[in-house]
C-alpha cells in the first residue's frame, strides 16, 4: 500500500485533478472542461466511469492517452468527438462550446468502420461528397488521398478484399481527405501486427508532420504513446478514472520511430511512465475482485 | 473433389434412380393370382420413367406448357415484388421507429404464425380463381422474408460504422442513402433464394387450390383424373423450372453482392 502511494507521487505530487496544468489558454483546440461520465444502470444504481477531470489538447499538439483497460480514454474521445455528452462539464472546441457532433474533428476507430459495401475510393470520396462536393472531384481528392497512404492502385478494392492494415490505411485516408483540423484516434492500430504497427506509426507520423493537427491518441501500449506524441496523459483505471500524470516528451521532431526508441530520454520517460501506469494496470485486472468484495 | 468427378458421381445417383423406377414398373415380377403380371411399382400408381419423360416431351413440343408455365412465374414475380417493396418499406419504418416496433410486434408475430395455406380459400373469395387470388398469397409469403430480414438488417448495422459516418458529416437523409439503405438491401439479397422460393410455392399452391391455368392446375387436373404420369410431368417441370429461377437468383446474387466476402476466399 506504501508502495502504491509513493509510485503515485513519482508522477503527481497531488491527485487532485485541479493540481494538473490547465490553462484552458484561448487557443487550445481541445478543451475538456470538468467533464464527467455516470451510466444508469439497471434498478437506479450509477457507475461513475470518469470522475469530473480538465484536460486540453493545444493546436498542433501531439496528445497521447494512456491507460489500463476499460479506464474510459475512449470516452475522453467520443465527448471530444460530440458523439457522447458528457454528464458534466464541458467540451470546448477552439473556444467555441461543442453541442452534438464536432464538424471540426476526425475520428478514427479502432474497429473496422468502413463502409463495407463501397468500394475503398468510395469510402473515402464520401465524407467529401456529402459536403456538397461534385462527385468526380471527390472521387479525385479521394485518389490522391489514398496515394498519400499507400494504397495507389487499391481504390477499386472492397473493404474485405484489402488486409488489416491497408482497411486501417484507407480509414486514414477517409479521416484525413476532409482535412479535420482535430485527429482523434482510439487504438487505432491496436488490431495490427507489430511489424504493420510500426509501419502505420510511421506513416501517421510523417503525415501529421506536413500540417500538424491537433491529434488525441488514446492506446494502451507505452512505447506507442512516447515515439509519437508531445505529451503524455496517464488515466487511473475506474471507476471514477482520472488522469494521475502527465509527462513532456521533449524528443526531437521530425522522428523516426524506430531510433527514438534508443535514446535516452525515451527510456527515462518509460520507466517514469511505467512507474505511475504499473499500479492501475493491476487495479484494472484486480477490480472484478474487488467489486465483488464490495458487495 | 475434382469437378468432374462429382458431376459424374450426382449422374450416377439419377441413373440409379431412374433405373429402380424403370425396372420396377415396366419388368413383370411373377404373376398375380389373376394371372396379371405383377410389377413391384405397378404403373398405374408410379408410372414410368419413360411415360413421364415422353410427356413432358410432348407438353413443349405442342407448346401446351407455355402458357401456364408463363402464368406460374407472372403470378410468382407479382407475389415477389410486391411483398418484397412492402417488406423493405415496412422493415425499414418498423426499425426507425421503436414504438410502431413495439406496438405493432404482437401482430405482425400472429401474422406470421398463421400458416398462409388457410388462406387461400378466402383470398379465392376475394380475389376470384385469377392470377391475383394466388399472387397475394404469394405475397404473404414474401412479406415476412424480407420484412424480417430488413427490420433485423437495419437495426444491426454495426454502430461503429453508424458513428464513423456521422463523424464524416453524414445528415439522416445521407445516412438513410449510404448505411442504412445498402445494408437493408443486401439482407433482402441474402434472402432472395428463400423469398424467390416462396413466391414460387404461393403461386402454385393457390393454382392448385383453385384456377384456369398454370404449373399448379397441371398438377391438379391430371390428378383428378388418376394420370399418374401427368402429376409427374407436371412436377419435373416444376422443379427443373424452379432451379432454372434459382440459377437466374445465383447469378443476381452475385452481381450484387460483390462487396460482401465469400467464406472461401482469405486474403
Redesign the interface.
Known amino acids: 500500500m506504501a508502495r502504491n502511494n509513493k509510485q503515485k507521487r513519482v508522477c503527481m505530487p497531488e491527485t487532485e485533478p485541479e493540481a494538473l496544468s490547465f490553462p484552458p489558454s484561448p487557443e487550445a483546440a481541445v478543451v475538456l472542461g470538468g467533464v464527467s461520465v455516470t451510466y444508469h444502470m439497471a434498478a437506479g444504481a450509477t457507475y461513475e466511469a470518469v470522475a469530473p477531470i480538465d484536460v486540453f489538447v493545444r493546436d498542433g499538439e501531439f496528445v497521447a492517452v494512456l491507460g489500463p483497460t476499460g479506464c474510459g480514454k475512449s470516452t475522453l474521445l467520443n465527448m471530444t468527438?460530440g458523439?457522447m455528452p458528457p454528464s458534466t462539464g464541458y467540451a470546448e472546441i477552439y473556444g467555441e462550446r461543442l453541442s452534438g457532433?464536432n464538424?471540426k474533428?476526425?475520428?478514427l476507430?479502432q474497429?473496422?468502420?468502413?463502409?463495407?459495401?463501397?468500394?475503398a475510393l468510395d469510402n473515402v470520396a464520401?465524407?467529401l461528397e456529402?459536403?456538397g462536393m461534385a462527385r468526380s472531384a471527390a472521387l479525385a481528392a479521394a485518389e490522391a488521398m489514398l496515394a498519400r497512404v499507400g494504397l495507389k492502385g487499391f481504390g477499386g478494392r472492397?473493404?474485405?478484399?484489402?488486409?488489416g492494415g491497408q482497411r486501417k490505411r484507407v480509414a486514414l485516408a477517409?479521416v484525413l481527405v476532409?482535412a479535420p483540423r482535430i485527429l482523434l484516434m482510439d487504438e487505432p492500430f491496436g488490431p495490427l501486427d507489430a511489424q504493420t504497427r510500426l509501419i502505420m506509426s510511421e506513416l501517421l507520423l510523417d503525415l501529421w508532420q506536413q500540417d500538424r493537427k491537433a491529434v488525441m491518441f488514446v492506446t494502451h501500449d507505452l512505447d506507442e504513446a512516447i515515439a509519437l506524441s508531445d505529451r503524455v496523459l496517464v488515466m487511473s483505471a475506474g471507476p471514477r478514472s482520472h488522469i494521475i500524470g502527465e509527462f513532456d516528451v521533449n524528443l526531437p521532431r521530425p522522428r523516426a520511430i524506430a531510433e527514438v526508441r534508443s535514446e535516452p530520454e525515451f527510456h527515462r520517460l518509460h520507466a517514469a511512465i511505467w512507474g505511475c501506469l504499473r499500479d492501475e494496470v493491476r487495479k484494472a485486472y484486480a477490480l472484478p475482485e474487488a467489486a465483488e468484495e464490495a458487495k | 473433389m475434382a469437378r468432374g468427378k462429382l458431376l459424374a458421381l450426382q449422374i450416377l445417383v439419377l441413373l440409379v434412380f431412374l433405373g429402380v423406377w424403370h425396372i420396377g414398373s415396366t419388368v413383370p415380377f411373377g404373376k398375380m393370382e389373376n394371372g396379371k403380371p405383377f410389377f413391384l411399382l405397378p404403373p398405374f400408381f408410379f408410372s414410368t420413367p419413360g411415360d413421364v419423360l415422353a410427356r413432358v416431351w410432348k407438353m413443349f413440343a405442342d407448346g401446351s406448357i407455355y402458357r401456364h408455365l408463363g402464368i406460374t412465374l407472372l403470378e410468382a414475380m407479382l407475389a415477389f415484388a410486391i411483398g418484397s417493396i412492402a417488406g423493405v418499406l415496412l422493415g425499414f419504418a418498423f426499425a426507425r421507429r421503436p414504438l410502431l416496433a413495439a406496438v405493432f410486434d404482437p401482430y405482425i408475430k400472429m401474422a406470421n404464425a398463421l400458416p398462409r395455406v388457410v388462406l387461400a380459400p378466402i383470398f379465392a373469395l376475394w380475389f376470384g380463381l385469377g392470377i391475383w387470388s394466388k399472387v397475394w398469397l404469394g405475397v404473404t409469403l414474401v412479406f415476412f422474408i424480407v420484412f424480417f430480414n430488413v427490420y433485423q438488417g437495419v437495426r444491426e448495422v454495426p454502430q461503429v460504422v453508424l458513428a464513423n459516418a456521422r463523424m464524416l458529416g453524414m445528415n439522416e437523409r445521407q445516412l438513410l442513402r449510404h448505411v442504412y439503405w445498402p445494408a437493408a438491401l443486401s439482407w433482402v439479397f441474402s434472402s432472395l433464394h428463400t423469398s424467390v422460393g416462396f413466391a414460387m410455392v404461393g403461386a402454385v399452391v393457390g393454382e392448385y387450390l383453385g384456377s384456369s391455368a398454370g404449373l399448379g392446375y397441371l398438377i391438379h387436373q391430371a390428378e383428378g383424373v388418376f394420370d399418374v404420369t401427368g402429376v409427374f410431368a407436371g412436377m419435373v417441370i416444376l422443379t427443373m423450372f424452379v432451379m432454372l429461377v434459382d440459377i437466374v437468383v445465383t447469378h443476381i446474387e452475385n452481381r450484387l453482392l460483390k462487396w460482401k466476402p465469400s467464406e472461401s476466399k482469405t486474403i
Open positions: 468527438a458523439l457532433l464538424p474533428a476526425g475520428y476507430f474497429q473496422d468502420a468502413l463502409m463495407p459495401w463501397k468500394s464520401i465524407g456529402v459536403t472492397y473493404p474485405h478484399q484489402l488486409s477517409q476532409r
